[in-house]
């Protein structure tokens, strides 16, 4: 994670400068896009080929949530994944959201490894 932070860090510096090139544009295989910095609270995002998938991640926003059985206004996010069925499966396709919502829910398992 460290090494995809630091390489997403770099890029994000050169676009700011204006200086990402033709290079660091291509080769990938998964997008995140966050429409939420726009206020987007939900969408489908769609693959950019030849890529396999496009993570959408959304605007947070305080919602009524059961939580043991009483309800609670939390922090809400929406996530859609989009992926080509021919490469990747439906099972571990919803694995990969579990995973990720998880780690949002409780990102210092990111820092700890667990």
Known sequence: MADIEKKIKELAVKGRDGKLTVDDLTGGNFTITNGGVFGSLMSTPIINPPQSAILGMHAIK???????????????????LS????????RESVGYLV????LLEDPTRLL???
């Not at 305080?62 to 859609?80: H, Q, S």
């Open 112 to 114: 700890l490894d667990v």
């Open 83 to 90: 992926y080509d069925h021919r490469l990747i499966d439906g």
């Open 99 to 102: 995973a990720i919502k998880e």
């Open 62 to 80: 305080d919602r009524p949530m059961a939580v043991n059985g009483k309800v609670e206004i939390l922090p809400m996010m929406y996530l859609a």
